[in-house]
């Protein structure tokens, strides 16, 4: 069965650093982004490491979070900082094409 398990959510004031993890069991993970879903918005897609470890992100993160895979964990983690309350929502990681994480909420207050 596969899993992909985020954690490291939480309550943050803005200005403040989070770390989110996700956990794959049952596959090797490949490459693996993180996407976030704000209340009443689209989801959308945050960032993206390649199992090379090439990155992107989206303009609205970039400078601020950072992606990164442990190989031998099968874990690959996003660090944010700099956090703004627009960066509030369900933070999930996908394992394309096919698998999602069930979320971790980050909420960021003023």
């Known amino acids: 069965q596969v899993q992909l398990v985020e954690s490291g959510g939480g309550l943050v004031q803005a200005g403040g650093s989070l770390r989110l993890s996700c956990a794959a069991s049952?596959?090797?993970?490949?490459?693996m982004s993180w996407h976030r879903q704000a209340p009443g918005k689209r989801r959308e897609w945050v960032a993206t490491?390649?199992?090379?470890?090439?990155?992107n992100y989206a303009d609205s993160v970039k400078g601020r979070f950072t992606i990164s895979r442990d190989n031998a964990k099968n874990t690959v983690f996003l660090q944010m900082n700099s956090l703004k309350p627009a960066d509030t929502a369900v933070y999930y990681c996908?394992?394309?094409?096919?698998?999602w994480g069930q979320g971790t909420q980050v909420t960021v207050s003023s």
């Open positions: 996908y394992s394309p094409p096919t698998y």
């Open positions: 490491i390649t199992s090379g470890g090439s990155t």
């Open positions: 049952g596959i090797s993970i490949n490459a």
